[in-house]
């Protein structure tokens, strides 16, 4: 075989090289953006359910009559998007992978309004882990999170257990 002059190419090494430094950045990227995916889907989690205490206020002092609403009832009264309000479909109440809950207990001669709304993670291991924290809210509006395992319920306010989506579990008698 002839060479010509001025003939220039890569030779198998270089390539082979190129390919192998281009799988070591890689290496080094995914879990970086799998960990930036699951910190955008609990920050999404954790704006949601501020959307709900703020829309269960505004639904008790409105069409709540001093009680507070469901998802669905949030959702009907226009407070809540269809996505976070349980839309239809196998994914209701699922957004930016989680699954949205809430419980209501309604006002009594001996109890006050109270609701408690929680998120757990659809995906909780693996490489589409959706995220690694549940997260609950109440109508004190205090956000709280764990990072117990996917069916267990969250430790609560007044030191009680928060909703817990996967038995219907609460404390509100629901």
Known sequence: MQHRKGQ???SL???LIVV?????IAAIAIPNLLASRRAANEGSA????RTVHSSEATYQATAGSGNFGSLANLRTANLIDNVLGGGSGSSANVKSGYQFAAATQD???TAQADFQAT?????TSGVLQTGT????IDSTGVMRFDTATLGTQMSGPR???DFDPTSGKTPLGN
């Open 119 to 123: 998120c757990i993670p659809t995906q």
């Open 159 to 161: 030191g009680t257990s």
């Open 20 to 24: 192998a430094i281009i799988g070591i």
């Open 107 to 109: 006002y009594t001669a």
């Open 8 to 10: 220039s190419g890569f």
């Open 13 to 15: 090494i270089e390539l």
């Open 133 to 136: 924290r549940r997260f609950g």
């Open 46 to 49: 954790i704006a949601s359910l």
